[in-house]
């Protein structure tokens, strides 16, 4: 199956601080989401981005899908960005298959 | 819309015991998913309906988990009987599927399930 690959596995910020995540696929995608998953659990929408450049407030998402990658970027970050974000990608059997995450600790 | 909708919120049971989780998916969507997630295998999908189809299941673990979808507002998913190993996260999903693909997916607030 496609393979869903996120980095840094790990990433500690000072408030304030900006960042980039990343995914790398391993084929051709239908769709690509973005989640934020909250100290609660819970998932959280963040983009649905399949190709392109996305801005919501803080963050941005850029998806260029022929080289197989997506980017998110957190500018400004505070306390509550904290968490783990998941990148997502739709095979061809509509399924949604999950990278194992980027753990974001924002600190004071 | 309430969005997706689960319940319980927690479940603890006793090994050997039924134990079921709900959903009610976004309504207008087509699609739903079943996902379990825990530190090990991190979110994996266990079972996708189209239309109240079961499409694949492929990611049942085993014969112990059973899930159905009776009508589009409504999904079970049921593990008998449940043993310690089964303890998780599980989220369901829902999301439209149109001729040009598949539209945005979102997620339950989840089922935290412990069995001691």
């Known amino acids: 199956g496609i393979q869903v690959e996120q980095s840094p596995p790990d990433l500690i910020l000072q408030e304030g601080a900006n960042s980039t995540l990343r995914c790398n696929f391993s084929?051709?995608?239908?769709?690509l989401q973005w989640f934020h998953q909250n100290p609660w659990g819970q998932l959280i929408n963040l983009f649905y981005?399949?190709?392109g450049t996305k801005q919501n407030g803080r963050l941005s998402a850029t998806t260029v899908a022929t080289e197989r990658y997506s980017l998110l970027y957190i500018s400004s970050s505070q306390t509550t960005d904290s968490g783990v974000y998941f990148c997502?990608?739709?095979?061809?059997?509509?399924?949604?298959?999950f990278g194992k995450g980027n753990q974001v600790v924002v600190i004071p | 819309d309430a969005g997706v909708i689960q319940s319980p919120r927690h479940e603890v049971t006793e090994m050997g015991q039924e134990v079921t989780l709900r959903c009610k998916p976004i309504?207008?969507?087509?699609?739903l998913f079943w996902y379990r997630q825990t530190m090990m295998r991190g979110l994996e999908l266990l079972i996708y309906?189209?239309?109240?189809?079961?499409?694949?299941d492929s990611g049942m673990p085993e014969d112990r988990f059973s899930a159905k979808m009776p009508n589009a507002s409504f999904s079970t998913l049921k593990i008998q009987p449940s043993e310690p190993r089964d303890s998780a996260v599980y989220f369901c999903?829902?999301?439209?599927?149109?001729?040009?693909?598949?539209?945005?997916?979102?997620f339950g607030q989840g089922t935290r399930l412990t069995v001691v």
């Open positions: 084929d051709s995608v239908n769709n």
């Open positions: 997502a990608v739709l095979a061809g059997n509509n399924r949604l298959a």
């Open positions: 309504s207008g969507h087509n699609s």
């Open positions: 309906f189209n239309n109240n189809v079961p499409i694949d």
């Open positions: 999903a829902s999301s439209l599927v149109v001729t040009e693909g598949v539209t945005e997916a979102f």
């Open positions: 981005i399949p190709s």
